[in-house]
């Protein structure tokens, strides 16, 4: 996640940038994986947090590997993932693959991440053939679209200046959050906070790899979902979660999707919580594309644990 996620480096767009700053990266460069041999891949990923890789560049990898070994014509519907044990963002991460089936119109994949001998994170991938139905969605909620609403991240960068440049050598991307007074935002349920968000990769994608596409879908499904499940802990959306009061992780994560994606084209990611509760809070979200058509949906748990400090 971003901005909300205990502790994390912000990942941010290319924006005015200082002398010794580093240089921003192509997106796509966060999906690069190196074949290794037959089912078997290598990859790199930048913290989330502190000496800690970041979920959604793990799933999004993972994803990439279970990909490669899949008939191009077989296209991913569905992915169900558990993050297990930290990654380590100073060294590699081997992703294992194994083909559970190859049906007349279904493929199966398991994807493994491992760091030192030991798995950090399991995904299983479905993908299918296309094919034609009658169909039906959710109507996307009426809110203004990314034009004209606010950049957050000068303001991140005048609140940790440090931390803003160091993402900068990560990659682009672009966000904007849809303020809760603005006009066409739904009520929001007793109970369940919502938070509803503008997101798109900050450089092009090819337009004509929707496994490119759908990886990098998968990375920004990661940036604010498990915030959702914190927005009663905090007044609203803009701003970072206090890691000194808070600590959220992701526990497992699931996305279905259902209709072609440009990742690198502005979606709207409407989320919303349900329930915390036991330390844990679950978080729903669906993408919408710019024309209002529902594109993906996701479901996430998190580790959600108000930290509580005694005094001497």
């Given at each position: 996640?971003?901005?909300?996620?205990?502790?994390?480096?912000?990942?941010?767009?290319?924006?005015?940038?200082?002398?010794?700053?580093?240089?921003?990266?192509?997106?796509?460069?966060?999906?690069?994986?190196?074949?290794?041999?037959?089912?078997?891949?290598?990859?790199?990923?930048?913290?989330?947090?502190?000496?800690?890789?970041?979920?959604?560049?793990?799933?999004?990898?993972?994803?990439?590997?279970?990909?490669?070994?899949?008939?191009?014509?077989?296209?991913?519907?569905?992915?169900?993932?558990?993050?297990?044990?930290?990654?380590d963002p100073r060294r590699p991460i081997v992703?294992?693959?194994?083909?559970?089936?190859?049906?007349?119109?279904?493929?199966?994949?398991?994807?493994?991440?491992?760091?030192?001998?030991?798995?950090?994170?399991?995904?299983?991938?479905?993908?299918?053939?296309?094919?034609?139905?009658?169909?039906?969605?959710?109507?996307?909620?009426?809110?203004?679209?990314?034009?004209?609403?606010?950049?957050?991240?000068?303001?991140?960068?005048?609140?940790?200046?440090?931390?803003?440049?160091?993402?900068?050598?990560?990659?682009?991307?672009?966000?904007?959050?849809?303020?809760?007074?603005a006009p066409g935002m739904p009520p929001e349920?007793?109970?369940?906070?919502?938070?509803?968000?503008?997101?798109?990769?900050?450089?092009?994608?090819?337009?004509?790899?929707?496994?490119?596409?759908?990886?990098?879908?998968?990375?920004?499904?990661?940036?604010?979902?498990?915030?959702?499940?914190?927005?009663?802990?905090?007044?609203?959306?803009?701003?970072?979660?206090?890691?000194?009061?808070?600590?959220?992780?992701?526990?497992?994560?699931?996305?279905?999707?259902?209709?072609?994606?440009?990742?690198?084209?502005?979606?709207?990611?409407?989320?919303?919580?349900?329930?915390?509760?036991?330390?844990?809070?679950?978080?729903?979200?669906?993408?919408?594309?710019?024309?209002?058509?529902?594109?993906?949906?996701?479901?996430?748990?998190?580790?959600?644990?108000?930290?509580?400090?005694?005094?001497?």
């Amino acid at each position: 996640m971003i901005c909300q996620y205990v502790g994390m480096t912000i990942d941010a767009p290319a924006r005015e940038q200082h002398p010794g700053d580093p240089q921003p990266v192509p997106f796509q460069s966060l999906l690069r994986i190196e074949e290794l041999d037959e089912n078997l891949y290598r990859g790199w990923c930048h913290a989330g947090a502190p000496l800690r890789a970041f979920g959604g560049q793990v799933a999004a990898q993972a994803l990439t590997a279970g990909g490669r070994t899949v008939d191009p014509a077989r296209h991913v519907h569905s992915l169900h993932g558990y993050f297990m044990r930290p990654g380590d963002p100073r060294r590699p991460i081997v992703y294992q693959v194994e083909r559970l089936r190859d049906g007349r119109s279904y493929a199966t994949r398991r994807v493994t991440a491992v760091q030192r001998g030991e798995a950090i994170f399991t995904l299983s991938a479905s993908f299918k053939v296309l094919e034609t139905s009658r169909e039906r969605q959710r109507t996307m909620p009426p809110v203004p679209g990314p034009e004209g609403l606010e950049d957050p991240f000068p303001t991140w960068a005048a609140n940790d200046p440090d931390d803003f440049r160091r993402a900068l050598g990560y990659h682009s991307l672009e966000i904007r959050f849809v303020p809760p007074e603005a006009p066409g935002m739904p009520p929001e349920l007793p109970g369940v906070p919502q938070q509803f968000v503008w997101l798109r990769t900050g450089t092009p994608l090819p337009a004509d790899d929707p496994l490119i596409q759908t990886c990098a879908l998968t990375y920004l499904s990661d940036l604010t979902l498990a915030s959702t499940t914190a927005l009663h802990l905090q007044k609203h959306a803009f701003q970072r979660t206090d890691p000194t009061k808070v600590s959220l992780a992701s526990l497992d994560h699931a996305m279905w999707f259902h209709r072609p994606i440009r990742a690198d084209e502005w979606v709207l990611f409407a989320q919303r919580s349900p329930s915390a509760s036991d330390g844990r809070g679950l978080a729903l979200g669906e993408f919408y594309d710019r024309d209002g058509v529902l594109v993906a949906s996701a479901v996430q748990e998190t580790l959600l644990r108000e930290l509580r400090h005694t005094g001497d």
